[in-house]
């Protein structure tokens, strides 16, 4: 399975500024710069679509392995806050994935809950590609 998104940028990069668009339509020429990156400007940018991809990933793995353990969700809320820091080189890294998690699922214990929880972030695919320490904060209601 492949899945596409291209990039336009025009113009140096501190001035300049592009677009994104997905194959599937959800991002048509969306804008992003050195403005959305960095000084919250409204439009998009790298990191926080990342932050988008792996809280909507590490959601579905989720979801499978409760459904799996017998335990259907009925609701999980995670949010990803990606942390962008220089790199001591000139440059920035992603040094962060943290997760926020509040979850309903019925019958569910909690030492079940955090082991479902735990390897559902170590192994939903976006976590695994990631080279920055992720943390998960799950609390289930």
């Not at 501190?14 to 969306?30: F, N, P, Q, Y």
């Not at 949010?79 to 699922?105: C, M, N, W, Y």
Request: proline letters at 6%.
């Amino acid at each position: 399975m492949d899945r596409k998104a291209r990039a336009v940028w025009r113009g140096t990069g501190k001035d300049g500024g592009g677009e994104l668009t997905s194959a599937s339509g959800v991002l048509s020429a969306t804008p992003y710069s050195f403005k959305t990156r960095f000084e919250n400007e409204p439009g998009t940018n790298p990191e926080e679509l990342i932050a988008a991809a792996h809280a909507g990933c590490f959601s579905m793995a989720l979801a499978f392995q409760l459904q799996g353990a017998g335990f259907p969700p009925e609701e999980l809320q995670t949010e990803a806050v990606v942390t962008l820091e220089p790199d001591g080189q000139g440059g920035f890294h992603i040094s962060r994935s943290a997760l926020t998690l509040k979850a309903k699922v019925p019958g569910v214990d909690k030492a079940k809950f955090d082991e479902l929880a735990g390897l559902a972030e170590k192994t939903c695919p976006v976590s695994r590609v990631l080279n920055a320490e992720i943390t998960l904060n799950a609390t289930l209601a």
